[in-house]
Each structure stands twice: as structure tokens, then as C-alpha cells.
């Protein structure tokens, strides 16, 4: 059993992507201020019961944009861009580009976005009309065909990064600041103060650890720590319409549909022979099976693709499937692709080959290469689907990016400014309040609850 230190200044639960950035990015602003890392110095532990990277962050696809409907997502998007961009080496950084390509009717709703990252300076085009949008696609792949096209955008910074490489490197920086990560130790519960005030330690499954502030990045976890804190499991939203609505479950699961098709990497290179943007396609055209010719659905769907060595294939997505029963009740682990009830199925296998062939001639026909391998797995959501960062029982900050937050690797950056008595204006509309008071974020039309 690994042995802890009695007593962390910081305690991080998590060695995912937020906790091991928010781990790195604090123990450099230490430093800076002329602190010492380390043992005999401020002492930054981070705990994982498993390992670097065995939850989502460990899995995810790895796309990168900034294409959000809310401007609050869109700002914190390119702040992480930006420190995605700052070492694409160690992170494993392709920035290829990513494009939202969209039906009639997301168009307006696109052509905000693109208003709106035109002022932020955030660099991308915007084609509209049907036959400009399928002239542009094939002038990058010329065997373009998607069907109720009316508006691309194309955003030019973003891309994708390798999952476990960028921990990787991630926690490479974060221990050479001079963070202590401990794998294999579950936190089992949190010491509280008398009146719950604050948590004075963690009880884990290498003993007892006291600390003066917790940061908890536990992705799909979220549930299990948020019932140790003994926060509330159901919270008022105040709608739009200034109508409390009672009762609203805090979190629900839904379980991310994702594959890989087994042809070389290099088959999906462009025109002019590089690698494509990543590719974002909603429409509302009806999708008919590649394998069978059978109505798969005549109603909005979308998928997500990229060529990626690190997965060997074309890899990308669909919309999710709900996870529909309370979140008490879903069993996270194992997590993953260990999952017996929470990996794609054939359906999935079916429409994601059929759309990918739905978009570009070249991928007619190849659904007998789609890698039959366990993949996929579940995400924890708040109530609208937008993260909540903040901070809870006084001394415990909680990072919960309703499962889209793979991209979101300055969110650490932030948070560690807060930690060390700071405030984020951009980590300002994802505070828990919001609910109580109505101050939401506006919903899209998107099929994807991540849009
Ligand atoms: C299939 C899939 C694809 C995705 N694709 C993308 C994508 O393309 N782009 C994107 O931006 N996002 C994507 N996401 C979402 C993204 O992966 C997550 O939002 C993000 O990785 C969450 O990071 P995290 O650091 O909060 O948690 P995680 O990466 O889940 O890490 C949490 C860690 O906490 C540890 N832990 C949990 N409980 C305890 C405990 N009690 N004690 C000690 N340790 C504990 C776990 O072992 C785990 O290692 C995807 C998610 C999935 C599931």
C-alpha cells in the first residue's frame, strides 16, 4: 500500500485531466510566488485509486473546439485552446482544425457562434448556403456527399490531442513542479468539522490524511464524492419563465457511443494530402443503412470523426444514450471499456459506419472494418448539461465538466488561480448558484446535449 504523508496542504482527488492540470498549473504559481513544492515545503497531493487516466479522460475521444452556443463556453474554450497550444508536443496536440458542419435548422444559431468568435479573435470561416457548403467540403474531400447542408463552420485553431499521452505529459510537468500523485488509494470518505464547516482530512484506503483545501476532479465519480459531502441529490432550477421547478435530480448518466474504423489513418487525408479537420456533421436528411439499405432514423442525428494513429482507424462518435435510472444506481465500475453494460452495441456500429458513409463516398461499403472492440463509456451531467466549478463545505473545490471537458484543460489554470485566493471571470457563470437563481445558459439545437 503506498504510504501517505499525515498531513497535504492540497489534497486532489483525481488523476484525470483537471486534477493532474489544476495539480501542475498550482504548483508552478507556488513556485512563482517563491514557495517550495514538496516535501518540507507546501505539499500538493493527488490521489487516484486507480491511475493516471482511468476515467474519461483516459478515453476520450480527445476533440478539441470551441464551437459552444453559450458565450461563457465559447471564452473558456479559448482560454483552453490556448494552453492546449502552449506545448502540443508533450500534450499531443494535433491542431488540425474543426469543423461544424449543420442543417437549416442550427444555421442562424452556427452563424452566432461564428459573430462571436470573430470578437473573442478566435480565428474561423463560415460558408452558408447548400451549394457553397458542398462546393467548400469538396474542395478539402472530394468525395463529400452529406445531404442537408446549409452552413460550415470551420474553425481553424483546435483539433484533437492522443488522451493518455497528454496525461502523460501532463503529469510529467506536474511532478517535475513538484506534485506527489499516489495511485492505487481510494478516497473513502471526507473528515467534516463540527457543523460540516469545512473537511479537515480524507479517509482513504491507505489511511487517514489531514489537508487544508480538496480539489476534487473525479469525472464520472462525481456522484460518490458529492454524496460524501453530503450535498444536496436534487436541486431547484429557476427557468426562464421565472418558474421555480423543484425536485431537478443534481446528476444523471448518459453513455457516449464511440468507435473506430479499421482503416489506415491516412485513408481520410485530404485533397491536397494532410490531414482533415476534425468533422462535425448534424443534418436532418434521412440516414439509411450502409449494410442494409433500412431506415436508421428520419430525424436530427449527428457524428463526430478524425484520423488518429493512436487509435489505429477513423475514430469518432455519435449522439449518447441515456442512462435511465437514478445516478445511486449506476454502476460506474468497472469504467470504460471494462464496462459489461456500458460499452456500443451493433446498433451504434451500424449507423456510425452508415453515416460516415452518409458523408463521403469513400466510406461506402467499409462497415465490415469497424474494430469490434469494447468502447464507449459513461459521463456523469448536471442538470443542463454545463459544468459546475466551485467551491463546496468551504475548503473543497469541485471541477464537474458534465462529461465534455476532456478540451477543457485550462479549467486547472483557473482553478488554481481561485485556490490561491483568486477569482476567474470565466469560471464565474459555472457556479452552482446559477440554478437557484436562473441564471442559465442558452440551450442549442443541437442533437448533442454538449452543444
Ligand atoms: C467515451 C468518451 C469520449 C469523450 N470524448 C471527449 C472529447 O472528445 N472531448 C472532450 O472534451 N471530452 C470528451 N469526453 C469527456 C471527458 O473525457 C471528461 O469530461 C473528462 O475527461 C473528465 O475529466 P476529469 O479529470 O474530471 O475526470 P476523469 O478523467 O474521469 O478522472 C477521474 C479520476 O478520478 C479517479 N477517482 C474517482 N473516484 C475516486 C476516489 N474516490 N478516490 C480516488 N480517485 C478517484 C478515477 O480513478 C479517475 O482516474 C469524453 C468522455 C467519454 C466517456
Known amino acids: 500500500m503506498p504510504q501517505l504523508p499525515s498531513h497535504a496542504h492540497y489534497v486532489v482527488i483525481g488523476a484525470g485531466i483537471h486534477g493532474l492540470s489544476t495539480a501542475m498549473h498550482l504548483a508552478r504559481k507556488l513556485a512563482a510566488r517563491g514557495k517550495t513544492v514538496g516535501p518540507g515545503g507546501t505539499r500538493i497531493v493527488v490521489l487516484d485509486k486507480t491511475g493516471i487516466g482511468a476515467g474519461a479522460s483516459g478515453i476520450a475521444c480527445g ?14 474554450m479559448a482560454h483552453c485552446v490556448s494552453v492546449w497550444e502552449t506545448d502540443p508536443e508533450a500534450y499531443s496536440y494535433h491542431p488540425v482544425g474543426y469543423m461544424q458542419i449543420s442543417p437549416e435548422s ?31 467540403m469538396q474542395g478539402i474531400l ?18 484533437y490531442a492522443n488522451n493518455m499521452a497528454s496525461l502523460e505529459g501532463l503529469a510529467a510537468k506536474a511532478r517535475e513542479a513538484g506534485v506527489e500523485i499516489v495511485e492505487g488509494v481510494t478516497v473513502t470518505s471526507l473528515h467534516m468539522s463540527h457543523g460540516a464547516g469545512h473537511v479537515t482530512a480524507v479517509a482513504t484506503s491507505a489511511g487517514v490524511m489531514g489537508c487544508d ?3 476534487v476532479g473525479v469525472g464520472p465519480w462525481i456522484n460518490s464524492i458529492w454524496n460524501m459531502l453530503d450535498l444536496p441529490k436534487t436541486v431547484t432550477i429557476k427557468g426562464r419563465d421565472g418558474k421555480l421547478n423543484q425536485g431537478i435530480p443534481m446528476w444523471h448518466y448518459m453513455a457516449l457511443q464511440e468507435g473506430t474504423l479499421g482503416v489506415d489513418p491516412d485513408y481520410q487525408k485530404t485533397n491536397d ?25 428520419d430525424k436530427l442525428w449527428g457524428l463526430y470523426y478524425k484520423p488518429d494513429f493512436h487509435f489505429g482507424g477513423v475514430q469518432g462518435g455519435a449522439m449518447p444514450a441515456v442512462v435511465d435510472r437514478p445516478a445511486d444506481e449506476v454502476r460506474v465500475d468497472p469504467y470504460g471499456t471494462r464496462s ?20 463521403q463516398k469513400r466510406f461506402e461499403g467499409q ?31 469541485v471541477i464537474a465538466d458534465s462529461n465534455h471537458g476532456y478540451k477543457m484543460i485550462g479549467v486547472g489554470d483557473l482553478v488554481s488561480d481561485e485556490l490561491l485566493g483568486g477569482k476567474s471571470a470565466l469560471l464565474e457563470p459555472f457556479r452552482f448558484s446559477r440554478y437557484a437563481e436562473g441564471k442559465l445558459h442558452p440551450v442549442s439545437n443541437s442533437p448533442f446535449p454538449w452543444s
Request: hydrophobic share 35%; glycine share 8%.
Open 63 to 76: 476533440v478539441i473546439r470551441n464551437n459552444y452556443y453559450q458565450p461563457a463556453m465559447r471564452e473558456l
Open 106 to 136: 442550427m444555421h442562424a444559431q452556427v452563424g452566432t457562434i461564428y459573430e462571436q468568435q470573430k470578437a473573442i479573435g478566435y480565428e474561423s470561416a463560415f460558408v452558408e448556403g447548400e451549394s457553397e457548403c458542398m462546393r467548400y
Open 142 to 159: 472530394a468525395d463529400w456527399q452529406a445531404k442537408n447542408i446549409t452552413s460550415v463552420l470551420h474553425e481553424k485553431r483546435g483539433g
Open 213 to 215: 483545501q480538496v480539489v
Open 273 to 297: 494530402g494532410r490531414m482533415p479537420p476534425v468533422i462535425h456533421v448534424d443534418t436532418d436528411a434521412p440516414l439509411y443503412s450502409d449494410r442494409d439499405g433500412r431506415l436508421i432514423t
Open 340 to 359: 459489461p453494460e456500458f460499452v456500443v452495441d451493433d446498433n451504434f456500429a451500424d449507423m456510425w459506419t452508415s453515416a460516415l458513409a452518409f458523408c
Open 367 to 397: 462497415h465490415a472494418v469497424y474494430r469490434k472492440e469494447p468502447s464507449g463509456g459513461i459521463g456523469c451531467f448536471t442538470p443542463d448539461s454545463f459544468p459546475v466549478f466551485d467551491r463546496f463545505r468551504e475548503n473543497v473545490y
